[in-house]
């Protein structure tokens, strides 16, 4: 069954990850994306290990639905292939420095010219306004400058990242929402247009309720580690044979989850009767809790909190996420065959359209894989 976005061609000149990203999900969705590569390929063809004979991991996880070409931007010709691609394409997505585009010639202004129904989508670390325009931008660094770090981890363990490049996964995220508006505002306008994307505008969005309080307040907030700066009982416990999450979003459930433990007393308690008074003494209340967590295992507390309505979770390994059958049932692992490595094993997409579907229709590409079918006649 066609995708959603068949019909649709992407010019894909970003390596790494967040542009590969964005355009594999526009790929799954149906899109024909075309992964121009410099010669040397994406540079994390060679970041590993692991490797499945001789392939990156990391390059399979964000370009299955593509086809990879070769070509030196640094070249007139490989200017030409480019344009030559550019002009029936609906959208082109880069990730260089600010400038870089234009230095090639192919800046906005030049490309419009070529097509001006295309879709221009440039991802850069800072964006391309500002003083900070010319850097270069790297998750690590953006999670730092973002104020991320800042609320991640505990006082004691000090500023702390998230354990995946996660400001490079939101931008992808951004640049499919972006792509897809611009697609359809172009049904009723007849014309392209540029999207100015940035890893350090996406990061410092993803602050959310952090960033509001703090616009609210004025108070700088402090690491919680697993706590919630809103919410109390929001946080980790220790179980008789593990860990796992308890997240009590209201007064309500609050009482059910003190019946289950025992606890009657402590909703009657004026420090714990609502959510503000919670927040305002978790470290009394906390101690409290967790004294009684530890004397069942996290299986008996799961099925209790389970049945009373009690948001609640164990803390995963990613073997244990990896044969969950809440995962397996929605088909969030694939396998696809690979000229190369052989079968390699993926995780799918979260989307599940009802009538067009997601589509796994190519492995991720062998660098210059195509050049014979899509550069023939340059």
Known sequence: MPGPLEGIKIIDLSRVLAGPFSTMILGDLGAEVIKVESPKGDETRTWGPPFQNGVSAYYLCANRNKKSVTIDLKTKEGIEQVTQLIKDADVIVNNFKTGTMEKFGLGYDRVKQLNPQIIYCSITGFGETGPYKQLAGYDFIIQAMSGLMSITGTEKSGPQKVGVAITDVLTGLYAAIGI?????????????????????????????????????????????GNSHANIVPYDTFKTKDGEMVIAVGNDEQ???LCAIMGLKHLPDDERFRTNPNRVKHRNELIPLLQERFKEETTSTWKEKCDKAGIPCGPIHNLEQVYHDPQLNERGMFITMEHPQAGEIKMIGSPLKLSRTPVTYRHHPPIKGEHNEDILKGF
Request: charged share 25%.
């Open 254 to 256: 609050f009482k059910r």
């Open 180 to 224: 897809q508006a611009a697609l359809i505002e172009r049904t009723r306008s007849n014309r392209g247009q540029k999207i100015d994307l940035s890893l350090y505008d996406s990061a410092v969005s993803a602050l959310i309720n952090i960033g509001s309080n703090y616009l609210m307040s004025g108070q700088i907030p402090k690491r919680l």
